[in-house]
């Protein structure tokens, strides 16, 4: 919430810090550069690397980012297959418990464990 409140957080961050790197959704880039533009800023610190991932990735965007003190050959569109990470592990219904009040997928007791 406080990145949407103050997009320019993350380039105040960038600039103290003297980071290098640093990745985020287009939707943050084209936040982030629409704030900046309208607070006429532009980046001091030069990235080596700006990751900008999710779909769709706009070429307005990349434009936005050169425009605010991005190196356009630092930034790299990136796919991410988040889905891929979503589904590490299940159960099937029969299989399914619930701990502590959430239900588990896959996890096994240590006792169960122990015994193989």
Do not use: Q
């Amino acid at each position: 919430i406080d990145f949407i409140k103050s997009p320019t957080l993350w380039a105040d961050m960038i600039e103290t810090f003297d980071a290098t790197h640093t990745m985020g959704p287009n939707f943050s880039y084209a936040l982030l550069a629409k704030r900046m533009r309208s607070a006429g800023r532009v980046l001091k610190r030069s990235l080596s690397n700006a990751t900008i991932t999710a779909e769709p990735i706009a070429m307005t965007t990349i434009d936005d980012m050169v425009e605010i003190g991005i190196p356009k050959s630092s930034i790299m569109p990136a796919y991410g297959l988040a889905e891929n990470c979503v589904y590490v592990t299940c159960v099937t219904g029969n299989e399914m418990r619930v701990v502590d009040g959430v239900i588990c997928c896959g996890s096994i007791e240590r006792s169960a464990a122990s015994n193989k």
